[in-house]
């Protein structure tokens, strides 16, 4: 038997500590410990993308992270991404676009998005197209989500998600855990 | 052709609309049911069958007993209590069928890779997965048949107790096709192979399981809850009003969720054996081996003409590869193709005669258009053939078949009566948009420089509404159900409103679509319509999401209903007003009497009237809510023009679609931001199982492509942007003159994207190959072609 | 799919993760970006019952330019490398090796170490010669690129040792290219071809590395190539003969979407290509 480690991350801004098996995935960190639903997991060998989110103010499939992996950073997954009422502008383009369907594939298509945009504010199709290739949608065709990541392009602030990292805070907590030698 | 009347009344229908259902979506708020966790929630997982064909000889659940976490195992012995086996619903009448029986967890004989042998129920999702590795299951292998034409010789049976492979023959055909032979000019025979698919729906299947006081609640990811109800309840020996099933978000489905599955049984059964909640979630390697496949049929297919083009004669003869059992709809698929095996064409004498066999791999069912993508595959890749071998044109063939613009409603060879059409119409649209003679001239500029580009050409016509009972139900077709829908249009005294449905949708969007029908008719916003839709325990009976039925015959339903609810208001408004009910007409988000708009009241004040009755007409029932339950008297035919355009890199044989354009013609628009959805998705299906997708299965019935990394879907970067333009032809069957529009792209793509790197090979000598066009495969052809 | 159980620490120096790698024995496993290692895990084909993560050991991470070469830490990720131009054909692959998610955790180090024939790091590396600097708890070593790839994911790195730095030259004057074939972007090469070219003053092939991915169970290099192209005129005659050479003495395993025989024949094709961008012919 494993013993659990203990992890303390920023998940939308709030910060958590856990005990965790080391085996546990992030994505189950998210899920079932957090309550926090809207990263699916799609695949088993990190082909789907539908459990993107980001660590640190970049997209990963947290199907393929641990938990523990994710100790002192700052994730933000798709329930962070709107301020308040105020979506962030890839969900009010994947709205205004159709850019989704049956929504299983949705949280991780604009987490990665967001990667794209922030990497690549003023992308073309072609840009956008292999930017999205982490992530597999069944529904759409990919036609209304091209679309919805290019008009969301058009807004200044496409690529910003509210929790990127790292931020003071999240520097804080990882300089605090590696004085205290957590994690060992 | 019967008038449309959805536009005349308001505003909403006709306009792209945003979808009510996004919200929750693109803030992560929707709940899949592996979402839902009550309390005290146990897991299972199986110990599925690693061998393709074998007795299990034993099973050693000890191991897994002893653990702490571990609650229960069960085995195929511990059945008791499951009633029947797992149901296949097509029985046609008069015709043999040889089915084995599919039990949910194996008694002693397994048939296919990911048979269950053993389920095991624990307390999280993580350690149920150590327990099933403790069940040690020993397995004495037996032969293993894996394509289907040796199986039709029986020299291995899959069930040995069967006797034979071969399932059932069936024909479908109409015309005197001897004649028609007889009359030909010329005739083609081509040997045309459809690849087995997966549904690829990218949330798996996840169910769970609750019983209270002996009452069951089943969440699962389902296309049809009320189906699902039904069997539990004959499965289960529960009565049915016990039963509740919830379809909450479903993450796609593509007609792989339109099945009974075992582990939807399991669960419910498991939940009651052990008293508290259990709860299955598929992982995608269990999703490729044992969620239903769809496709796989070999066919001959035989076209006689005349020199002109004219075709005298069709036959298509196929070979469905069935796998290990027959599923809810397993036999039935291939038999749904043949009813459109005519096509958008006057085809005199057609006939299809299907010889279903079993086979060590999985089951194949319903997987998006189920049987008409493969019939559409076949007609219109020999259409193209023909021309070929005639020196004609495509497209003129096509034409000089096509059944007259003022000759519909049609009756077929095959004595089906295709409601309404203008094959013409679209095609003419498609071409607005593409010059065939430019291309020509860019295809042999770009020949010169080494690129191989392809123009391939697919007009379809579909059978779709699924409906009419009668035609399809157990005296006609054979399926045991009904085939009609229901809606309830429910009038809150705030003038709010509740629609139920007895579709089942997972994507498709009808909360938007439905409220847009229902606001127009109320004068309300659709922001004010609510549509309620898979759970059994709201709303009448209803049969669910599948063969593009849920508008023309769903959103029928609501239209019916909300008709009623509009009669009542009417006769309401005119009491009050004091006018005739004939004079009252919603305008404008207003009841008013005709002629003087001073004079109205809002659909919140009709209702407050209902459900406060002191003043209503003499004998009016207070409330204000009705039911309709709609069977159409006949299928709806949507039909378009497709064009595909692709690249061949003949050095590697690698094909890329550069340019796909559709025209669809699906009647009347509710919201053309659904339909465009729609028709892109199909579409992107199709280019997928053309030039990425198969399910394949190594000669000892191993599943190769078990994953999502060898089952390739195609991503963003290997598709264009998709040009879409309509026709409307009304349908005559309903009044909203609506046809389905879920599976049309499916079933019209395969076909242009083949006749396009068709065109594109033909130069290297490749006159005919099949799908799927991967690189290995069309650099093959190539060498072949150049021999 | 879940991974087995196991231990983990993450401790914060390269000496405490080589003693913690030492203590653990032959199940006890680096983890890195865990992009290659967790996906087997899940899968339970890699089942360790240790895991030393590297997250906390500081000073492995980033690209630094030192007397011609490029001293890479072990921890950096394709992310930091890839599309950057100054980096030559290590900005070129990185870019190319799966989707932004999974370039986000891999590192240079863990695909080094991994050893899959089908990556595509491995070919860079023993396309330009580098080498990797490898310690463990009492001794460091370089393993030059050539000897570091043994069989099929097995290196020259020991259980108990780290790599902690890959060197490769600039190759400032070469022309490069890194012409991969997927089934779809996002796919692992069917083949890879790694070419670089140096052009001398007259226009002719001073010299040339040709390295192949996924044509045996280790990246190789195509000498019969090298050998054919190495002082001719880079013309394209020259090139599209020097590529026929490409499948001389492979033996490829084949797959699913490849026989050996069509791989033999992708990799003419691509060599001929990449020659042909990396001479800018
Ligand atoms: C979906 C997907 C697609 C991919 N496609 C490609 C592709 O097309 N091309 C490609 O090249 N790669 C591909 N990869 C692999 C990816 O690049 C991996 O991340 C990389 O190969 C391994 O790096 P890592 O840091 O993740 O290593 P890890 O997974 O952490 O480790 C891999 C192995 O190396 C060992 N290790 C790690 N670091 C060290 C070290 N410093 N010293 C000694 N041993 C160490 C580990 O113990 C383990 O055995 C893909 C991965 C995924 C999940
Ligand atoms: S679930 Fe993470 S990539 Fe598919
Ligand atoms: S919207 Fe259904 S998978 Fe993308």
């Not at chain 2, 030909?184 to 990218?202: F, K, L, P, Q, S």
């Not at chain 3, 339970?44 to 991470?61: I, K």
């Amino acid at each position: 038997m494993s013993s659990n480690v203990p992890v303390r991350l920023s998940v939308n801004g709030r910060v958590h500590e856990l005990d965790v098996e080391p085996r546990l995935l992030l994505v189950h960190l998210l899920r079932d410990r957090l309550g926090l639903t809207g990263s699916h997991v799609g695949c088993d060998t990190t082909s789907c993308g539908a459990c993107t989110v980001h660590v640190d103010g970049e997209a990963v499939k947290s199907c393929t992270v641990l938990a523990v992996q994710a100790d002192g950073t700052k994730v933000t997954t798709i329930e962070g991404l709107a301020q308040g009422d105020q979506l962030h502008p890839l969900q009010e383009a994947f709205w205004e676009d159709h850019g989704l369907q049956c929504g299983y594939c949705t949280p991780g298509m604009i987490m990665a998005a967001a990667d794209l945009l922030a990497r690549n504010p003023d992308p073309t199709e072609e840009e956008i197209r292999h930017g999205l290739e982490g992530n597999l949608c069944r529904c759409t065709g990919y036609h209304n989500i091209v679309r919805a990541v290019s008009d969301a392009a058009k807004h200044p602030h496409a690529g910003r998600i509210p929790h990127p990292g790292p931020t003071p805070e999240g520097a804080a907590i990882g300089l605090e855990l590696a004085r205290e030698g957590l994690g060992a | 052709m019967t008038a449309v009347d959805s536009r005349a009344q308001g505003g909403f229908v006709g306009r792209p609309m945003k979808r009510k259902e996004d919200p929750r979506l693109i803030t992560g708020r929707a709940t899949y049911v592996d979402d839902i966790q009550p309390v005290g929630t146990l897991w299972m997982a199986f110990v599925r069958s690693p061998e393709a064909h074998a007795r299990v000889t034993s099973i050693d659940t000890s191991a897994a007993l002893a653990r702490e976490d571990v609650v229960a195992v069960f085995t195929g012995d511990d059945l008791e209590g499951i009633a029947a086996p797992l149901p296949c619903a097509w029985v046609p009448p008069g015709v043999e069928v040889n089915a084995p029986e599919h039990w949910p967890l194996a008694k002693g004989h397994v048939a296919h890779v990911g048979d269950p042998v053993a389920l095991v129920i624990g307390v999280d999702r993580y350690s149920v997965v150590d327990a099933a590795e403790d069940v040690v299951v020993e397995y004495e292998p037996l032969p293993v048949v894996v394509d289907p034409e040796e199986a039709l010789k029986d020299e291995v049976l899959v069930h040995p107790g069967l006797g034979s492979n071969k399932v059932h023959e069936w024909s479908l055909g109409g015309g005197d096709l001897d004649a028609g032979f007889a009359a030909a000019d010329v005739v083609i025979e081509r040997r045309i192979v459809n690849h087995r698919v997966a549904g690829g729906a990218i949330e798996p299947r996840a169910v769970l399981a609750e019983e209270r006081a002996g009452h069951i609640t089943i969440w699962s990811s389902t296309q049809v809850p009320h189906f699902l109800r039904l069997f539990l309840s004959i499965l289960l020996g529960l009565s049915e009003e016990r039963i509740r099933v919830i379809a909450p978000e479903v993450g796609g489905g593509f007609g792989s969720k339109l099945q009974i599955y075992g582990e939807e049984i399991l669960c419910a059964w498991a939940a009651q054996r052990v008293g508290r909640p259990v709860k299955w979630v598929e992982t995608r390697s269990e999703a490729m081996m044992v969620t239903h496949h769809g496709r796989d049929q070999i066919a001959t297919v035989r076209v006689g003409a005349k020199r002109d083009g004219t075709v005298t004669a069709f036959h298509a003869k196929i070979l469905a590869d069935f796998g290990a059992y027959l599923m809810l709809l397993t036999p039935a698929v291939p038999a749904l193709g043949a009813f459109v095996m005519s096509g958008c064409y006057r085809f005199p004498a057609v006939q299809t005669d299907i010889v279903g066999v079993l086979t060590n791999k999985f089951s194949t069912d319903a997987i998006r258009g189920a049987g008409r993508p493969e019939a559409t595959h076949m007609i219109e890749v020999a259409m193209d053939q023909l021309a070929h071998e005639l020196g004609l044109d495509p497209l003129d063939v096509r034409r000089r078949n096509f059944i007259a613009a003022d000759d519909f409603p049609h009756e077929t060879a095959l004595g089906i009566v295709y409601d309404s059409g203008n094959y013409q119409a679209s095609l003419a649209k498609l071409l607005e948009h593409l010059d065939v003679a430019a291309f020509r001239a860019e295809q042999e500029r770009l020949r010169g420089e080494g690129i191989h580009r392809g123009l391939g050409f697919s007009t379809y016509t579909e059978i779709c509404g699924l409906a009419p009972s009668r035609v399809v139900g157990p005296g006609g077709f054979g399926l045991q159900t009904g085939l009609w829908e229901s809606a309830l249009v429910r009038v809150h005294l705030t003038g709010a409103v509740t629609v139920y449905t007895g579709t089942s949708p997972h994507g498709q969007g009808h909360e938007t679509g439905f409220a847009q029908i229902v606001a127009d008719r109320l004068g309300c916003d659709p922001e004010q319509v609510e549509v309620v839709h898979g759970d059994t325990a709201a709303g009448p009976q209803g049969l669910g999401t599948y063969g593009s039925r849920s508008l023309a015959v769903g959103g029928e339903a609501v239209a019916k209903a909300t008709a009623k609810v509009v009669e009542k208001g009417k006769a309401l408004v005119a009491h009050k007003l004091e006018a005739s009910p004939d004079d009252i007409e919603v305008r404008d988000g207003r009841w008013i009497v005709r002629g003087s708009p001073e004079q109205g009241m809002t659909l919140a004040e009709v209702a407050g009237s209902a459900y406060i009755p002191e003043d209503i007409p003499e004998g009016m029932e207070p409330g204000l809510e009705e039911t309709a339950f709609y069977d159409p008297n006949n299928f709806v035919f949507p039909f378009g023009a497709h064009a595909a355009i692709v690249d061949v890199d003949a050095e590697t044989g690698k094909v890329k679609v550069v340019r796909y354009l559709a025209v669809d013609d699906c009647g009347p628009a509710i919201n053309p931001l659904l339909i465009d959805g729609q028709v892109h998705g199909g579409i992107v299906h199709s280019i997928g199982q053309a030039l990425y997708e198969q399910v394949i299965y190594d000669e000892i019935g191993q599943l190769v492509t078990g994953t999502f990394v060898d089952y390739a879907l195609p991503t963003a970067a290997e598709i264009p942007s998709i040009e879409t333009d309509r026709t409307e032809t009304p349908s005559p069957v309903n009044s909203l003159g609506v046809k389905g529009i879920g599976e049309a792209g499916t079933i019209a793509a395969s076909a242009a994207v083949a006749n396009a790197v068709i065109d594109a090979l033909r130069p290297l000598g490749v006159d005919y190959m099949d799908m799927p066009f991967t690189p290995m495969r069309v650099w093959n052809a190539i060498q072949e072609g150049q021999q | 799919m879940i991974p087995a159980e196991f231990d983990y620490v993450a401790p914060d120096s390269l000496d405490a993760a080589l003693r913690a790698l030492a203590h653990g024995g032959e199940d006890a496993k680096a983890l890195a970006g865990g992009h290659s290692l967790l996906p087997l895990m899940k899968m339970r084909l890699a089942v360790p019952t240790l895991l030393v993560d590297l997250r906390h050991v500081p000073g492995l991470r980033g690209a630094q330019r030192e007397n011609g070469s490029w001293r890479i830490g072990a921890l950096t990720r394709h992310a930091d490398l890839q599309g950057r131009a100054e980096l030559g054909i290590v900005g070129e692959a990185t870019s190319l090796i799966a989707d932004q998610q999974v370039r986000n955790r891999g590192t240079i180090g863990g695909s080094l170490a991994h050893g899959d024939p089908a990556s595509d790091l491995p070919t860079i590396l023993v396309a330009m010669e580098g080498t990797v600097s490898v310690r463990n708890s009492a001794a460091s070593r370089e393993i030059a690129a050539g000897d570091l790839f043994q069989d099929y994911m097995t290196t020259a790195i020991a259980a108990d040792e780290l790599i902690t730095e890959v060197r490769v030259p600039a190759l400032e004057d070469w022309g490069h290219a890194y012409e991969k074939f997927t089934r779809r972007a996002e796919d692992w090469a069917m083949v890879g071809v790694c070419a670089l070219v140096r052009k001398g003053a007259d226009g002719s092939c001073e010299d040339v590395r040709v390295a192949f991915t996924n044509m045996a169970s280790t990246p190789i290099r195509a000498t019969a190539v090298e050998h054919a192209l190495r002082g001719q005129p880079l013309s394209s005659d020259a090139i599209t003969g020097a590529a026929e050479q490409a499948a001389e003495g492979t033996d490829p395993p084949g797959d699913l979407n490849a026989t050996p025989e069509y791989k033999r024949h992708l990799a003419r094709v691509l060599t001929r290509r990449a020659l042909s961008r990396a001479a800018g012919v």
